[in-house]
């Protein structure tokens, strides 16, 4: 399947479940059974900033980052469905920010080296060009600017617990490798009554495409949150995988 078909399958899938996810992973958090940015403070003050948000959704982060005194906010999301909830939620709350509706892969009608912050939280991993889609941010950040994003850890597509036929595993708490680790390529996922597409890339794949595109990484983030790493007791299956493997990952890099 081309890029093209594969961001349009995509694109679909959000104009017609964007409601459902109204509000879910959004600053604070930045992900599913993760620290959330009043443990981690990557972003320190933003008062006065300007920023700009990958895959915005629903704005429930431009509206975290405008209540915590940033004053020029931009976002972009591949769905008019999201960008329509967006625009909604932050007229109600008193705020604004520029929200354009295109593909992060392409080039944005976005002013070049102007932005503090650029961010996105469990977005950046739907690009079709990864390398390309790191270029255009760091052309879009000012010297220093500071590049902050959240998604699926690798791990947590590769590791799940044994099949119903090893029962004796999964009684004992196994976790079992259900995918290499170094397969990339793009698969289908049923979610709801439709499917997304996606591919589970390296850690060192977002390492290194950052490092090409002229970032240093000021900070990894890979880990679970306190709240199931303390958990104990008869849980719940997921939060058993937190405790052992992180299911989200964050980066903090910086523009040289």
């Known amino acids: 399947m081309h890029n093209e078909e594969i961001i349009e399958v995509n694109k679909n899938y959000w104009n017609?479940?964007?409601?459902?996810?109204f509000g879910t992973t959004a600053l604070p958090e930045y992900g599913v059974r993760f620290p959330t940015e009043d443990d981690l403070h990557l972003f320190g003050d933003v008062s006065g900033k300007s920023m700009l948000e990958i895959c915005c959704g629903s704005g429930h982060s431009l509206l975290y980052n405008a209540n915590k005194g940033a004053t020029d906010l931009w976002g972009i999301d591949l769905s008019r469905k999201q960008l329509d909830n967006a625009a909604k939620l932050l007229a109600e709350n008193g705020c604004t920010a520029k929200l354009i509706c295109a593909k992060m892969e392409e080039v944005l009608d976005v002013p070049k080296a102007y932005f503090d912050y650029v961010y996105s939280i469990y977005g950046i991993g739907w690009t079709t060009d990864l390398q390309g889609t790191f270029d255009k941010i760091a052309s879009y950040l000012k010297k220093d600017g500071i590049f902050i994003f959240s998604w699926h850890h690798t791990l947590n597509y590769c590791i799940g617990w044994s099949c119903e036929e090893r029962k004796d595993i999964?009684?004992?708490?196994?976790?079992?490798?259900?995918?290499?680790?170094?397969?990339?390529?793009?698969f289908s996922m049923p979610v709801d009554d439709s499917e997304i597409i996606l591919c589970n890339r390296k850690i060192s794949t977002y390492i290194n495409a950052?490092?090409?595109?002229?970032?240093?990484?000021?900070?990894?983030?890979?880990?679970?949150?306190?709240?199931?790493?303390?958990?104990?007791?008869?849980?719940?299956?997921?939060t058993r995988?937190?405790?052992?493997?992180?299911?989200?990952?964050?980066?903090?890099?910086?523009?040289?």
């Not at 017609?16 to 996810?21: G, K």
């Open 241 to 256: 995988k937190a405790k052992m493997l992180p299911i989200s990952f964050c980066i903090k890099a910086r523009k040289l």
């Open 16 to 21: 017609e479940h964007a409601d459902l996810w």
């Open 210 to 238: 950052l490092a090409k595109a002229g970032f240093v990484i000021e900070q990894l983030a890979e880990e679970s949150d306190q709240a199931s790493l303390n958990a104990e007791g008869d849980l719940d299956p997921k």
């Open 170 to 186: 999964f009684d004992e708490g196994k976790l079992v490798m259900t995918k290499s680790y170094f397969d990339e390529s793009y």
